[in-house]
């Protein structure tokens, strides 16, 4: 299987599109020509892929970075634990603000693994503090 038709299929799944449904795209960018991606030109396969792409309801969605996960990740666990009040985005980088100060939490990455630090002694700390 060629890498473009790969493609074509992991945009396929993403877009949620069924089997019966992709062979009926196929069929249309082919001009009814074929019903399968081998049966394709490179540039056909190119405009399904396209097609495809454009159909995906998380496209242009940015992916946070696996930092910034974790720091959402951490302050979520410290509110589960009881010591933040309010477990949102905005509190965090709220908090995240004055560590950084004033500094927009998305503006510095390069202090993303001190704040890590700062979350986890703090759930740490929180925990020691519980079971004591």
């Not at 496209?59 to 720091?71: D, E, H, R, V």
């Amino acid at each position: 299987m060629s890498n473009l038709i790969q493609q074509i299929k992991i945009a396929q799944k993403a877009a949620g599109i069924e089997q019966d449904t992709h062979q009926l795209n196929v069929a249309y960018v082919s001009n009814q020509r074929t019903n399968t991606c081998t049966g394709l030109t490179k540039l056909e396969q190119q405009q399904l892929l396209t097609r495809y792409r454009s159909m995906n309801p998380n496209a242009g969605k940015k992916q946070l970075p696996p930092q910034l996960k974790m720091i959402y990740s951490l302050w979520g666990q410290l509110s589960r634990a009881g010591a933040v009040n309010i477990d949102s985005k905005q509190a965090c980088d709220t908090f995240c603000e004055k560590h950084l100060q004033g500094k927009k939490l998305s503006q510095s990455a390069q202090q993303w693994p001190h704040i890590i630090e700062v979350l986890k002694q703090w759930l740490i700390r929180h925990k020691t503090k519980q079971g004591a």
